[in-house]
């Protein structure tokens, strides 16, 4: 009986509603279905590799791995779980250096080791404990590998053996790079190999490389305000030494008379205004980034400014062909026209921490994080970008929808995934079919590349 009563008035209503003529399901407008048959979707796949770490992604060129594992190796060996208990968010930032000649790697970490390492199968062939960590790449050359600390201490190390050969005190923390000046001829004359460096004083220093000889140096004033800590490496570039300072500024100096060919202020406005990523040069143009938020494009000769793009806390960037790619810590990555500026595609990865500089290998964008690599196809990207703006021409959707569809589909753009242990903070190097990756765990990985 009392079922009867429930089920009449629903019955009622149903009749009601058919004779009233109510919509049905069938009746209402369905959403336009987004199709990008170029994304080749198929079902995630994972992959396990021998040390128990993940592999996997979303597309159906995970049927073969892009890359695998070749070996793995702790820079310093006390570095382990007992030290991270101390360490929250431990973070190596110094990026491996590749000798392919001898087919050696060096490397430093944040507890003071530098080490020379085999590239081909990660035996340590020599480690050296140095006065305060290393937070940059090294440098090298015939006989000596140069490498700079936090204490302010420049080394001249014997590359085959890590022997002290000179020391060179500056008065700020050396968080960047040294680049080399090779040996030239001036006027008939012979002008041995230098060695330039900046410290986070805001010096451009230059010594001589044979025993670390103070020659030379550009000084800017540090601005009253605050600023991020680290300091733009120089860059060698035709003979003319390009660099950033923590005020904004961009200069060109030419080397055989130290002469200053130009300078340009990159300040927008007052708020961390600096200039701390390694510049990047293409075809006669020189990228900037400026961490209060953009990217700017120079001409290497005029110093004039081209275009600029803003990207908040905007990091290092990568170049493909007439493609310039782009990325922030905060899981932002755009592609842009490099004559233009104008934005090709942009993206947000959510769960990106932290979001390292981007590194291109044929037609792969190579990324790392907090959580570790990944590895995105470029041509997707690009057919993602294509497929949302004939959806946009066709059905009108708003610029709110296509940016949900991306969100949602951008998944299947990812070729590859990489989990290692706390990511990564530096940039990984690429050569010869290998990529070898320095995790901030203090871990060295070397991966081979299939084509």
């Not at 392919?100 to 062939?125: C, D, Y």
């Not at 040996?183 to 060695?195: F, G, H, N, T």
């Not at 993206?347 to 290998?361: D, E, M, Q, R």
Request: aromatic letters at 8%; glycine letters at 8%.
């Amino acid at each position: 009986m009392y079922q009867r009563l429930i089920l009449f008035p629903i019955l009622l209503g149903s009749l009601l509603a058919l004779g009233t003529g109510c919509p049905s399901k069938a009746r209402v407008k369905q959403r336009p279905t987004f199709r990008c048959d170029a994304l080749g979707i198929a079902p995630k796949k994972r992959f396990q590799v021998a040390n128990g770490e993940f592999l996997g992604g979303s597309s159906t060129s995970l049927r073969r791995q892009l890359i695998k594992l070749a070996w793995r190796r702790a820079i310093d060996p006390s570095f382990g779980a007992r030290q991270l208990t101390w360490r929250l968010n431990p973070e190596e930032t110094a990026r491996p250096v590749l000798d392919p000649e001898e087919g050696h790697l060096f490397v430093g970490n944040e507890q003071r080791f530098f080490s020379s390492l085999s590239a081909k199968t990660g035996k340590i062939i020599w480690s050296k404990r140095l006065q305060g960590r290393v937070v940059s790449a090294a440098t090298f050359d015939q006989d000596r590998v140069y490498v700079g600390t936090t204490s302010g201490l420049l080394y001249a190390l014997s590359r085959q053996t890590g022997k002290e050969i000179w020391k060179y005190q500056a008065k700020g923390e050396i968080l960047s790079s040294p680049v080399l000046i090779p040996e030239r001829e001036d006027k008939d004359k012979e002008i041995p190999a230098q060695l330039a460096f900046t410290s986070s004083d805001n010096k451009l220093q230059v010594l001589q490389a044979k025993d670390g000889k103070w020659l030379w140096q550009v000084k800017h004033d540090p601005p009253e305000q605050l600023t991020i800590r680290g300091q733009a490496p120089p860059t060698l570039h035709n003979g003319i030494l390009y660099t950033g300072f923590s005020d904004g500024t961009v200069i060109a100096l030419r080397v055989e008379d130290t002469q200053q060919l130009w300078k340009v202020s990159l300040r927008d406005n007052d708020r961390f205004p600096d200039v701390d990523s390694p510049l990047t040069f293409h075809k006669g143009k020189v990228f900037a980034a400026s961490y209060n938020g953009a990217l700017h494009a120079i001409d290497a000769k005029t110093g004039k400014k081209l275009w600029k793009h803003k990207l908040k806390f905007a990091s290092k960037v990568a170049i493909k062909h007439n493609e310039v790619f782009a990325t922030n810590p905060e899981g932002d990555i755009v592609s842009l026209n490099k004559e233009s500026g104008k934005v090709r595609w942009k993206s947000h990865f959510k769960h990106a921490k932290s979001l390292g500089a981007p590194v291109v290998y044929n037609n792969n964008l190579i990324l790392g994080d907090r959580n570790g690599m990944k590895i995105l196809d470029i041509k997707k990207l690009n057919a993602l970008r294509t497929c949302l703006q004939q959806h946009k021409k066709v059905y009108k959707s708003s610029d709110l929808e296509l940016e949900k569809i991306q969100k949602r589909y951008q998944k299947y753009t990812t070729v590859q995934k990489i989990r290692l242990g706390h990511g990564l903070a530096s940039r990984p190097i690429v050569s010869s079919g290998m990529m070898y990756a320095f995790t901030n765990e203090g871990k060295l990985y070397a991966f081979r590349l299939q084509r």
